[in-house]
Nanobody, 127 residues
């Protein structure tokens, strides 16, 4: 079992920045790829970004490339999502999630591929 707790969400104006954190406990955080996903009001949950277990490989959905940066600190069992140049369409509940398999080479880029989820943190971008 793994427990994931997101924090750092809030209300920001368009063009602003936020940094989300995901604190993990319960299993060896450093062995698993991790991801950020989001769900906007009235829409399905979607993949945002993923990072490999060592942190050397990342992947982003096209809509956030160049604006968001995913990172992790395995010594602190924490993953981050730095979000810059935020747009109103980034408004959503953001979730961190864990790959079900350790030491996976391929980054998961679909929602069903992840198993453990946090409770989510709300990000609201005003225009």
């Amino acid at each position: 079992q793994v427990q994931l707790v997101e924090s750092g969400g809030g209300l920001v104006q368009a063009g602003g920045s936020l940094k989300l954190s995901c604190a993990a406990s319960g299993r060896t955080f450093s062995s698993y790829n991790m991801g950020w996903l989001r769900q906007a009001p009235g829409k399905e949950r979607e993949f945002v970004a993923a990072i490999s277990w060592r942190g050397g490989k990342t992947y982003y959905v096209d809509s956030v490339k160049g604006r968001f940066t995913i990172s992790r600190d395995n010594a602190k069992n924490t993953m981050y999502l730095q979000m810059n140049s935020l747009k109103p369409e980034d408004t959503a509940v953001y979730y961190c999630a864990a790959d079900p398999t350790p030491y996976t080479i391929v980054l998961r880029t679909t929602v069903p591929a992840y198993d453990y989820w946090g409770q989510g943190t709300q990000v609201t971008v005003s225009s």
